[in-house]
């Protein structure tokens, strides 16, 4: 099955600042790779995400860039802001069926 | 946009009982629902994939006779954990597959705690 794995478990920024968050996968199959946000006790919520036949998205601060022969993909968050403290989460699938999810990073923007 | 929700939202119930989950999709049909389960500060991990109108997938490690999965309807799966221990205490969250879609939507969850 696939395998994802995400670094680094913890990251904290300061406020204006960028954060990267980078993930890998195992299954080269994989083709749709979204990203989530998840606040304590809710339901992770869709911030991004890229299909395999795209190498970089970009939605205002937030963008995602996949390398599909390294099996890597990355969320860049530009010009941090307190309320983008949170776990993110990458996931990897096949075109939209089970998704398996990285270890998750708990963000921390420092005001 | 798409909507989904689970039923109850939190549920208390004594070791050696069962306890059933809902997922519904509100705006939408949904031939495919999948369930996690988030233990704290964990990830979300796939337990099954559930089909409407057959039998649901399971993943490596998960016991299908302990998490009993029905998808009778286009809008409704759910997910019964039988014989409920302590360790089963964790988050539960449903998804469906949008159509035409590779996006899925998630439900608020299902908090259950085993005592």
């Known amino acids: 099955g696939e395998n994802v794995e995400q670094h680094p478990s913890t990251l904290s920024v300061q406020e204006g600042d960028s954060a990267v968050i980078k993930c890998t996968y195992s299954d080269s199959a994989s083709n749709y790779f979204p990203w989530y946000k998840q606040e304590l006790g809710k339901r992770p919520q869709l911030i991004i995400d890229i299909r395999s036949n795209v190498g970089e998205k970009k939605d205002q601060r937030i963008a995602v860039t996949l390398n599909k022969t390294a099996k890597h993909f990355s969320l860049h968050i530009t010009e941090t802001q307190p309320e983008d403290s949170a776990v993110y989460f990458c996931a990897a699938s096949k075109s939209g069926n089970q998704f398996y999810f990285g270890t998750g990073t708990s963000l921390t923007v420092i005001p | 946009g798409a909507v989904v929700s689970q039923h109850p939202s939190r549920v208390i119930c004594k070791s050696g009982t069962s306890v059933k989950i809902e997922c519904r999709s509100l705006d939408f049909q949904a031939t495919t629902m999948f369930w996690y389960r988030q233990f704290p500060k964990q990830s979300l991990m796939l337990m099954a994939t559930?089909?409407?109108?057959?039998?649901?997938?399971?993943e490596q490690g998960v016991e299908k006779d302990k998490f009993l999965i029905n998808h009778a309807s286009l809008t409704l799966s759910t997910l019964t954990v039988t014989s409920a221990h302590p360790e089963d205490s964790s988050f539960y969250i449903c998804?469906?597959?949008?159509?035409?879609?590779?996006?899925?939507?998630f439900g608020p969850g299902t908090r259950l705690t085993v005592t």
């Open positions: 559930s089909n409407e109108g057959s039998k649901a997938t399971y």
């Open positions: 998804s469906a597959s949008v159509p035409i879609s590779y996006e899925q939507y």
